[in-house]
């Protein structure tokens, strides 16, 4: 089935350093999305991508959508302790009419004060 | 404010029991998913419905069944349980109009010994 991967699978920064997770997928997708779980918490929607070289900005955080809409990336400039989580994305796949959201392995982030 | 709620935070179970894990969103959306999370392997779709009495597979649907007889609750049933279920499963609803995100209850842990 359709695949999408990211990395890294980990990645420990000092307060103040910035943090990039990449995405990958390999087929083309309509649209993607990112989502981040805080420990112990569930995946909390951030944000969607819809058209190929797309950039959209929230605050510190920076996504792109690839120009071949099969990979993406979040960009966190700045990290702070509140960014500590687990970073999807998510590519939504039309299925008979309806949705379903494919997900990336994600990208755990960790934050050193 | 969307709500799904899923029946259990924390779940023991013997191998070869019988597993219903309960979802039930306010929302009134037409989807409802059905996810297990694994380390370094993100969130893996297991089966999902569009509609009252219907459903679809995943990608990993063997040794699941689902239900979902009323639009507002969607069943995960592990039919026999064993070890390797022992996972984090992840309930989630999204809408075909407007919101495009998908909307994740608080998760259970389920346990198999």
């Known amino acids: 089935g359709q695949q999408v991967m990211q990395i890294p699978q980990y990645q420990h920064v000092q307060e103040g350093e910035d943090f990039t997770t990449y995405c990958n997928s390999s087929?083309?997708?309509?649209?993607i999305q990112w989502y981040k779980q805080r420990p112990g918490g569930h995946p909390v929607f951030l944000i969607q991508l819809v058209k190929s070289g797309e950039v959209k900005k929230q605050k510190r955080l920076t996504f792109q959508f690839g120009e071949a809409k099969k990979n993406s990336s979040l960009h966190i400039t700045a990290t702070q302790t509140t960014d500590v989580g687990t970073y999807f994305c998510a590519g939504r796949k039309t299925t008979s009419g309806t949705y379903k959201y494919i997900f990336g392995t994600g990208t755990r982030l960790k934050v050193l004060a | 404010d969307v709500k799904v709620t899923q029946s259990s935070r924390y779940l023991v179970k013997r191998t070869g029991e019988k597993v219903f894990l309960e979802c039930v969103q306010d929302m009134d959306h037409e989807n409802m998913f059905w996810y297990r999370q694994d380390p370094g392997l993100g969130l893996r779709l297991i089966y999902f419905s569009y509609d009252v009495k219907m459903k679809e597979k995943g990608d990993i649907p063997e040794g699941y069944s689902v239900s979902r007889e009323k639009k507002e609750r969607f069943s995960l049933i592990l039919e026999s349980a064993s070890t390797n279920q022992t996972s984090m499963y992840l309930c989630?609803?999204?809408?075909?109009?407007?919101?495009?995100?998908?909307?994740f209850g608080q998760g259970t842990r389920l346990t198999v010994v």
């Open positions: 087929t083309t997708l309509s649209n």
């Open positions: 989630a609803s999204s809408s075909n109009r407007g919101l495009v995100e998908a909307f």
